[in-house]
């Protein structure tokens, strides 16, 4: 399996696809089942697992220390991605209404409690999930670098942050931002033309990409974008003698995995063949026409 080496941080590396364990709540497997999927992952050379408080209705990370705890082995081959920073109404947050919260006490209790939840001493890597608005830099800035000192995190990124937010945070920091979640797909180019992906090469930030099939909409959306993106990448399967259903997931990931910012899929399937199937993509390419090709299909129109 590829890897990506953070140039900020050389002993810093992930999987060149992760696995994304948003639904892991969803899937109906025992915590020897999980135990098995995660070193079936691990076996593949996808070692990177993404997760985060809320996930799950904050269960998420509960049931991925369950099955860590039945094989504690696999925790040395893996990378352990968290986010924190979003605050979902209900009895599980104590919070009244959804909000962002970066105050420095609710980020040190949120790692606290996602490394107790997993049973790890350390997550490879924290993101903060969402901008908050009211966010103080120094104050967030100084419990990050708390955090790291104390061994609790060992790298740090954001999510879903624009530039300049970023830049805000960075400039508080010592110690550098190495990734940034966002949402890209062949339906969510945008970060490619709004500056995200150029502020990532830029600052040799890895971006990491949530929702790669528009939540799906690549397989079976009814929607006229949908529609035109699947017809073109079903062209592409048949001109290249590609299974269609396999195909389709291939290509749309080869197009990501195309773009120069070195970006890192997020797959949620918790299908062992489906991850399998997937991970097809790393051996394609796709020539410039090709990836415009899919690139006019997305966006509706043909480049200026």
């Not at 050389?10 to 915590?31: K, Q, V």
């Not at 135990?35 to 509960?62: K, P, S």
């Not at 690549?218 to 290249?240: H, M, N, P, T």
Request: hydrophobic share 45%; charged share 25%.
């Amino acid at each position: 399996m590829q890897r990506i080496t953070s140039h900020l941080i050389p002993e810093c590396s992930f999987s060149r696809i992760a696995f994304g364990l948003w639904r892991l709540t969803d899937w109906n497997y025992s915590p020897r089942e999980r135990a098995n999927l995660f070193e079936q992952m691990l076996d593949l050379g996808v070692t990177t697992f993404d997760l985060a408080d809320i996930y799950g209705d904050y269960r998420c990370e509960q049931f991925f220390g369950e099955g860590l705890k039945l094989q504690p082995e696999l925790r040395a081959r893996m990378e352990i991605v968290s986010k924190c920073s979003i605050r979902l109404a209900g009895a599980a947050s104590g919070a009244r209404i959804n909000h962002y919260d970066t105050d420095a006490a609710h980020v040190r209790k949120s790692v606290e409690t996602s490394l107790r939840d997993m049973g790890i001493e350390q997550m490879d890597l924290l993101l903060l999930h969402r901008p908050d608005p009211l966010m103080d830099a120094d104050a967030l800035a100084a419990v990050l670098e708390q955090l790291v000192a104390e061994g609790k995190v060992k790298h740090l990124g954001v999510s879903n942050f624009l530039p300049h937010q970023t830049d805000l945070l960075q400039s508080r920091l010592s110690l550098p931002l190495v990734a940034n979640q966002i949402e890209v797909s062949l339906l969510h180019s945008q970060p490619m033309f709004d500056g995200q992906l150029d502020h990532c090469q830029q600052h040799r930030i890895i971006p990491m990409a949530w929702s790669p099939f528009a939540g799906g909409r690549l397989f079976a959306g009814d929607d006229a974008d949908s529609v035109r993106v699947r017809k073109c990448l079903q062209q592409l399967c048949e001109a290249r003698g590609l299974n269609a259903d396999d195909g389709v997931m291939q290509l749309a990931l080869a197009w990501l995995l195309r773009h120069p910012s070195r970006m890192v899929p997020v797959l949620g399937s918790g299908n062992p063949a489906r991850l399998v199937a997937a991970l097809a993509a790393l051996e394609m390419e796709l020539d410039r026409e090709e990836w415009f090709e899919l690139l006019r299909a997305g966006r509706g129109r043909d480049v200026d």
